[in-house]
C-alpha cells in the first residue's frame, strides 16, 4: 500500500492541565470521539479516507492520539 493511501494525524486528547487524574472508559472513546472529529475538520482531504487505527502516547503530560487514516 502506498504512502499516499495512509495518513497520519497527531492531535491532543488531554493534558495535565485539562483534566482530572481519573478518566473513565466512556470518558476517553468520547475524547477519541472528539479528536477524530477536529481531526477531519482540520484536515479536509481526509474526506476519503477511513480511519484504520488509534494508538495513544503520553509526550511531555500530554495525552496525545495517533490516527492511521487510510483509503
Do not use: W
Not at 487524574?21 to 481526509?46: F, K, Y
Amino acid at each position: 500500500m502506498g504512502e499516499a493511501a495512509r495518513r497520519h494525524v497527531v492531535l491532543p486528547v488531554l493534558s495535565e492541565r485539562s483534566s482530572s487524574c481519573t478518566l473513565s472508559v466512556e470518558g476517553l472513546i468520547g475524547r477519541l470521539q472528539h479528536v477524530v472529529r477536529e481531526a477531519r475538520a482540520q484536515h479536509p482531504d481526509l474526506q476519503d479516507y477511513h480511519l484504520h487505527d488509534v494508538n495513544l502516547r503520553i509526550e511531555g503530560g500530554e495525552l496525545r492520539a495517533v490516527l492511521d487514516f487510510r483509503k
